[in-house]
């Protein structure tokens, strides 16, 4: 707010100015009548955002507003620019209000405390996040729009990948410019600054009791080491506080994520695999997630999400999950039964979250209610199903299902079939549930069927045609005569109104009617309010069993999805075991071969073993060499999350984590070269896997000189091979790189076969045993539409390069400086790189190797 003193002075001014020192990073939204108003700063930014008029009141103090009915559409466009808006309401009946009516702030609206509908992708969580500095670290993750409330303790080193995991639309932090050291997720979240005190682990944990009811926190999982997350919990639940005063009943008990129960998949792998988002904005159905996503209900989409970007690493926790889709895959009837039971069943996490918050509209009891008439079905389809087999999954599911049907038989009885979108409209209450509004809506009723006949008796008592009963909000209900009959007026009308050419009169009968039915249509509002009001209570006091419930349907429906998936395009069942292998017999990328016409995907055969644990991989661009390496990792990431498998066999040794680097691009916008970016994310892998990991590289080095570049690839591959010995694929143009496995006992060689005829390339998409030292960069330039005459001068040139292995045949030039080193000339060596060959720098030490290279450089200077 700018310094204006003579500006504003009125009590509502003033009054305003209060209200808005209690929220200064927020822009306030000051409800006048049928009005928001934004004044000061707040109106100008608000102009300029929302693009609506900038004005300003009498006193100078600048203004803009929007509708009430319409703020939502306003609020949305601020939220997504980033902003935070404070809701000012009126808390007292203006026309009972002894001066300035009095307003209170009963929200504040965040990009991570969204709670309407339709304001958020119903397929995706929205997290709100708070995290402590240190390591390890904490975090504390609450979705509001579903109560989803998770607690997490990180090592320092992994915090970005739990960022980068939740992509949350806040965060919450102590630092200013957030979690220290840590890159921050994208899109970039909205950050929150509060008080370092405010993450005290001793102060949350007595927050944490008192909310949930507990004595200790051992009930909830928590454990010593997770004070960090407590402590973060206790800072988010103060800030939360804040911004939905009416506090937070449906939150449900926090659930603990151990990192060591998942897979770790950090964002560069997430990103390379195209898990949840494409590499290239705009492509459709690229990613894993599109490809799986059969759900029927955004309970089931946003658990396969989940379930996507954490894959468990526990075999018999796979294996549970692999049983409940194979009964599904295995019985088509009773899967279709199945997702025919959940197809339109709401968003009951959501719904139910807004019921317990007191914002659940008429229209949204009635989703629920018909929500809950599906539940005898699914539970129906549900015994079938597990009574086909035993699957320990299933069965809990089937143990624990709730009908709700003492919640779905009061909405039934209480609810119109169709309810309006707003308590305002009427029409709520269905009649015969209650005796006072049906009484109310009689009197309504037959006071205006009265009102109605009225003319005409009136007209035939008094002898006037032209008689009429009319209605305005000032006078209510009159009679209207006209001048040319006031001679005919009778005595017992009472004169309230006076017109160039008329008269308007009362009568002690109308008066009384028009008491009962104006006094009727409040009292019906009034009745209608209080018995909706009670009845969003009563669905709001259930929260917990109608959670427990929607979990329960979105796991059916996820296992439901990924059996049709799996049916539809000849998954199999993966074997997931604590071995260190990974084999999969004609495997396939599950994406592109839906983006194929059918049949058409070459499928292929990997093998990792601990005597072949390091695979290298040449062939030519367009060989299908990163397809390879990825549809490895996506296989990976549906086994252990799982799901099945598109290949005719699978068998993978459970990984703890799963590297792929494939691809780079620059980062301008933090000053990194393509090369910085590869060498990052190269360091990131070589200091985090394990022996149980799994690394899929295509093309290191290529950022830097040839030398430079193999020389870098074959350090990485050592020290994979030699120290970390896990599983590595790795995709390479260095041919130099071949000889890798006659000095590296568990690697081997493999290609991606060609078919060559004559001039022309077929790529064959195979991968084979063994090394080709071909690229086949000439044959790519030329389907990419080269001009002939440069294809054919590059292999003018590939030839000199390759046959005499001398610098390039140009036009004529100066001849060379004696003294210059001619390492690619056909004449005899330098004996100076004689010397340099015959070294064994390995035996060497740096010191000695500098005085060597001193000396060479001396010697050299002589000659």
């Known amino acids: 707010m700018t310094g204006r003193v003579a500006e504003g002075s009125t009590p509502l001014m003033q009054q305003y100015r209060e209200i808005k020192a209690r929220h200064p990073g927020a822009i306030l939204f000051f409800r006048m009548g049928d009005f928001y108003e934004m004044f000061f700063d707040d109106a100008q930014l608000g102009a300029r955002v929302l693009n609506i008029t900038l004005t300003s009141r009498g006193d100078g103090v600048p203004l803009a507003g929007v509708p009430v009915k319409a703020a939502a559409e306003y609020l949305k466009q601020l939220v997504a620019a980033g902003h935070r808006v404070a809701i000012c309401e009126q808390v007292e009946d203006p026309k009972l209000a002894k001066g300035i009516v009095r307003r209170e702030v009963v929200e504040t609206v965040t990009p991570g405390a969204l709670l309407a509908d339709g304001w958020i992708p119903g397929h995706r969580n929205n997290w709100i996040v708070a995290v402590t500095d240190g390591d390890p670290a904490g975090v504390a993750a609450i979705d509001l729009s579903t109560g989803e409330f998770v607690l997490e303790t990180v090592r320092a080193a992994a915090l970005g990948e739990s960022l980068s995991r939740l992509a949350p639309a ?8 957030g979690p220290a050291g840590h890159r921050l997720p994208e899109p970039p979240a909205l950050l929150t600054h509060r008080e370092p005190w405010e993450f005290d682990p001793d102060l949350a944990r007595e927050e944490l009791a008192r909310r949930f009811g507990l004595a200790s926190l051992d009930g909830l999982g928590l454990e010593a080491g997770d004070a960090p997350a407590v402590g973060a919990a206790g800072a988010l639940f103060r800030y939360l506080g804040e911004l939905q005063p009416g506090g937070l009943p449906h939150l449900s008990r926090p659930a603990v994520r151990r990192s060591e129960a998942y897979l770790w998949l950090d964002e560069m792998t997430r990103r390379n695999l195209e898990l949840v988002e494409p590499l290239h904005a705009g492509m459709r159905r690229a990613t894993l997630l599109e490809t799986l996503d059969l759900t029927l209900t955004p309970m089931g989409a946003r658990l396969l999400r989940q379930w996507l970007l954490s894959p468990l690493r526990d075999p018999a926790a796979v294996g549970r999950r692999l049983d409940a889709v194979e009964i599904m895959v295995s019985d088509n009837r009773g899967r279709a039964r199945m997702r025919e039971a959940l197809d339109g069943v709401r968003d009951l996490e959501r719904l139910a979250g807004r019921a317990a918050a007191g914002r659940a509209t008429p229209r949204e009891l009635g989703a629920l209610r018909d929500s809950f008439r599906r539940l005898p079905d699914t539970l129906e389809s549900l015994a079938g ?21 003492d919640l779905a038989a009061d909405l039934a009885a209480a609810l119109e079939e169709r309810p309006p979108a707003a308590l305002a409209e009427g029409g709520v209450i269905r009649p015969g549930y209650d005796a006072e509004l049906d009484g109310l809506r009689d009197l309504r009723d037959g006071g205006k069927r009265y009102i109605a006949t009225l003319q005409q008796r009136e007209r035939d008592r008094t002898g006037i045609p032209s008689l009429k009963v009319g209605f305005n909000k000032v006078f209510g209900y009159y009679l209207e005569i006209t001048n040319a009959h006031a001679g005919k007026v009778p005595a017992d009308y009472e004169r309230r109104q006076t017109l160039a050419s008329a008269e308007r009169y009362v009568t002690p009968e109308l008066k009384d009617y028009e008491a009962k039915v104006l006094g009727a249509e409040e009292r019906i509002a009034s009745r209608e309010g209080e018995l909706f009001a009670a009845l969003r209570a009563r669905i709001g006091g259930a929260i917990g069993r109608i959670q427990r419930t929607a979990r329960a349907l979105a796991h059916l429906d996820v296992w439901g999805a990924l059996g049709e998936v799996a049916a539809q395009y000849r998954y ?29 995907f070459i499928p292929n055969d990997v093998r990792f073993a601990e005597a072949e644990r390091v695979l290298l991989v040449t062939g030519p661009n367009m060989a299908g060499k990163s397809t390879i390496l990825r549809q490895i990792g996506l296989c990976a990431v549906l086994a252990q999350m799982g799901s099945f498998v598109p290949a005719d066999a699978a068998r993978i040794g459970a990984l703890d984590r799963l590297f792929t680097r494939v691809g780079a691009s620059d980062n301008l916008a933090r000053g990194q070269s393509t090369f910085m970016v590869e060498m990052s994310e190269t360091s990131a892998i070589l200091h985090n896997a394990t022996a149980r990991s799994l690394v899929l590289l295509d093309e290191i080095g290529r950022g830097t000189s040839t030398y ?111 003294g210059q080193l001619m390492l690619f000339a056909a004449e005899a060596q330098h004996p100076v790189v004689e010397e340099i060959r015959a070294l064994d720098l390995d035996a060497m030490t740096p010191l000695e190797a500098l005085n060597r290279l001193a000396e060479l450089q001396r010697r050299a200077e002589e000659r």
Not at 170 to 176: C, F, K, P, S
Not at 579 to 600: A, C, K, Y
Not at 779 to 785: I, P, Q
Request: with cysteine.
């Open 572 to 600: 199999v069942r993966p074997e997931v075991d604590d071995g260190f292998g990974l084999d999969l017999r004609q495997s396939r990328h599950p994406v592109i071969e839906r983006l194929m016409p059918r049949e058409q």
């Open 708 to 818: 430079d570049g193999v020389a870098i690839a074959w350090a990485v591959t050592e020290h994979l091979h030699d120290r970390v010995g896990c599983k590595t694929m790795f995709a390479t143009h260095y041919h130099e790189l071949m000889q890798l496995p006659e000095r590296l006992e568990h690697a081997r060689n493999l290609n991606v076969a060609v078919l060559e005829t004559g001039d022309t390339v077929v790529f064959l998409h195979r991968l084979e045993s063994g090394g080709t030292d071909r690229s086949y960069g000439i044959h790519v330039a030329g389907l990419a539409g080269l001009p002939a005459r440069v294809v054919g001068r590059a292999r003018e040139i590939l030839t000199t390069l390759e046959g005499e292995h001398r610098v390039v045949p140009g036009p004529p030039s100066p001849p060379p400086d004696p």
């Open 170 to 177: 806040e965060i919450v932090t102590a630092a200013a410019d």
């Open 385 to 405: 199903l597990a009574s086909r087999d035993r699957s320990a999954a299933l069965g809990e599911i089937e143990a624990e299902f709730d009908l709700l049907g």
